[in-house]
T-cell receptor, first 114, second 115 residues
């Protein structure tokens, strides 16, 4: 079935540790890829997006993601996390061959210990 | 930037009543709007796709008779939760786009509590 899969449900890191959150999707055709963050009690905020071109995209707050087409993956990375990065992270895929609907992964809870 | 307004931001209703949530695109014409539901500590689940002037397309498992969606104009879509029950309590979020190639813009969501 078509889906967006985030491998890590709950990640706990210490400050300054490196972060990588996995995201795989199973939609064929042209897609746009996104990572969103949701801080406790707040609304969704766009971290970064990939439409085309350079598969390595940089977003806000030092985050980056790499699109690997052959693996249908779009993993999120940050070299050194901070306590303020504690939040819920969602990968999302926009299926352009359809109505352009945006499908979210299950989300990953990141807890950064000071 | 484009703004999507959702109203109300929160609502409390009694079990068995119906609640209408509005989603408006304030500065662009939205041919398509999407409705999501987010339970606490869970992801956003797409409920339905709403196209202006036509019937909404519901995702599998979403009851179309319970969640009525109307997209009567290019700037307004409404979601009506009919005969609400406590298990319908959730955060409902809409998003809007000019077309499938244009950016998606999210509303701030509506917190529904059914008592």
């Amino acid at each position: 079935a078509q889906s967006v899969s985030q491998h890590n449900h709950h990640v706990i890191l210490s400050e300054a540790a490196s972060l990588e959150l996995g995201c795989n999707y199973s939609y064929g055709g042209t897609v746009n890829l996104f990572w969103y963050v949701q801080y406790p009690g707040q609304h969704l905020q766009l971290l970064l997006k990939y439409f085309s071109g350079d598969p390595l995209v940089k977003g806000i707050k030092g985050f980056e993601a790499e699109f690997i087409k052959s693996k249908f993956s779009f993993n999120l990375r940050k070299p050194s996390v901070q306590w303020s990065d504690t939040a819920e992270y969602f990968c999302a895929v926009r299926v352009l061959s359809n109505t352009g609907k945006l499908i979210f992964g299950q989300g990953t809870t990141l807890q950064v210990k000071p | 930037g484009a703004v999507v307004s959702q109203h109300p931001s929160w609502v409390i209703c009694k079990s068995g009543t119906s609640v209408k949530i509005e989603c408006r695109s304030l500065d662009f014409q939205a041919t398509t709007m999407f409705w999501y539901r987010q339970f606490p500590k869970q992801s956003l689940m797409l409920m339905a796709t709403s196209n202006e002037g036509s019937k909404a397309t519901y995702e599998q498992g979403v009851e179309k008779d319970k969640f009525l969606i109307n997209h009567a104009s290019l700037t307004l879509s409404t979601l009506t939760v009919t005969s609400a029950h406590p298990e319908d309590s959730s955060f409902y979020i809409c998003s809007a786009t000019r077309d499938r190639g244009s950016p998606l813009h999210f509303g701030n969501g509506t917190r529904l509590t059914v008592t």
